[in-house]
């Protein structure tokens, strides 16, 4: 008997040691009133975007990415407006407008085009342009507005992803550099994030990032740049962020993709 209480009081032990662990994890479930917006830094940015094949691979797929964030007026509206411009080796591959309530972040307005990359395409289907207006509640795709009737697969797909998204408050998942900034950090939280893309086929969801901790990173002058590391895992998929505690600018990303290809993106000191 004395055995068995002994075995007994040492499993209540372990158990209550690992809750108590367990615990020291918040989990923040992100909305308006949680964020910062006055963290976003109004200017133009630019970040080096480019692959690995492997951990020591060369680098390729090299691309530049050009965001710029000014505070505007939109219908009447205070709003952060975010315009992309995406370069590969000889062309500009993708562009981008996101307006923002200026105060939530809720999204307003998105439009996208991409260049069309297969040779098959002509003059005529080369178009790939998304428009998403969330006060009027329309999506424009490739020249037509979709709605229940659609029967084209990319379209449905896409029409139902706005759907998903209806009467919920969403940040915008293509502004994920943008977002970053605005989140409350501390150690050891874990921020579920309410995302969704507008004009792709993605649904509305909630998305874990936590906070794993935090490390320095080199910059000019030996400069040591105290950051948060903001880490995402899904299956195949692992992202780690680098963050400035001092300016909140998202500095770096590595990205682990399938254990066999990484993707990073690296802040420029410098835009020109």
């Known amino acids: 008997m004395k055995i068995i209480s002994i075995t007994a009081f040492l499993l209540v032990h372990l158990f209550c040691v690992s809750n108590l662990h367990a615990k020291k994890r918040d989990t923040l479930e992100v909305s308006s009133s949680n964020i910062n917006t006055k963290h976003l830094r109004e200017g133009t940015h630019r970040y080096l975007v480019y692959f690995k094949m492997g951990k020591d691979s060369v680098r390729s797929q090299t691309q530049f990415w050009t965001r710029t964030i000014k505070r505007t007026d939109y219908k009447g509206m205070p709003v952060i407006e975010i315009n992309q411009e995406w370069e590969d080796k000889d062309s500009i591959m993708h562009v981008v407008k996101s307006i923002s309530d200026a105060k939530t972040m809720q999204p307003l307005y998105h439009s996208t085009w991409w260049k069309v990359r297969t040779p098959r395409a ?74 969704y893309d507008p004009g792709t086929a993605s649904n509305y969801q909630k998305v874990a990032y936590t906070v794993t901790g935090s490390a320095d990173l080199i910059g000019y002058n030996d400069q040591k740049i105290d950051c948060w590391i903001l880490t995402h895992e899904s299956k195949g998929n692992k992202e780690i962020f680098w963050i400035s505690k001092k300016t909140k600018e998202v500095l770096k990303l590595e990205q682990e993709i399938n254990g066999t290809m990484y993707r990073y993106k690296i802040k420029l000191g410098f835009s020109v």
Request: no cysteine; aromatic share 14%.
């Open 122 to 195: 002509t003059t005529a289907k080369t178009i790939n342009v998304t428009a998403v207006d969330f006060l009027n509640k329309t999506v424009e795709h490739n020249g037509k507005m979709l709605d229940d009737s659609d029967t084209d697969k990319r379209a449905m797909a896409i029409w139902a992803g706005y759907k998903s998204s209806l009467d919920k408050y969403f940040l915008n998942w293509h502004l994920d550099l943008e977002t970053f900034p605005l989140l409350p950090y501390k150690k050891e939280v874990t921020f579920l994030i309410p995302f």
